[in-house]
Structures are given as structure tokens and as C-alpha cells.
């Protein structure tokens, strides 16, 4: 069973950095998910999906895999895309759109 390696991304309702410095490993998906007929519930009888590592660095994470003959791959963490704008922009002379109530 693969694992993977990266950085998580922050979330769209968190404002703040927190748990995006670290690396996480988690294991992917080796059995099928499946429905129990007593309850209902969803079930997997493999336990290692639950299973979320965190690490300092990416070489702490990879030498971790390698060390205990996990197969992984490394996703590597894109660049944000933000753009900057007070809201003094808003009311500005040269504003490109037009200024709306």
C-alpha cells in the first residue's frame, strides 16, 4: 500500500497557518470500503487509512518510509495565489470596475 507524503493545504475557513509547516504521511486506500447489513454503517477492514503521521521536515518523512519499506510518493506543496488589496482600493479614482452599492 502506497503512502503519501505532502503538505497539507490551509482550509477555506481558517485564517491562520496552523498545520500547513508540517509534512503528513498517510496511507492510501488498499481494500474497498463496504457497507455492514446490520447497521448500515461503512466499514474497511483496513486499519492503516486511519493512520496520520506528522512530520517536522519532507527528509524526516521520506527517511521514515524508507526505513520501514514503505512505498510512497512526495506531493509537493503548490504556491499560493493571493492577490492584495486593502480596501482603501475600493473607493480609488482609477479603479478598474465600476464602484457599485
Known sequence: ??????????SATQSGLARTKQWLLTFEQDQPREIEPLMGWTSSGDTRQQLRLWFDTKEEAIAYAEREGIAYRVEEPQEMKRRVASYSDNFKFNRVGPWTH
Open 1 to 10: 500500500m502506497p503512502a503519501r507524503i505532502y503538505k497539507p493545504a490551509k
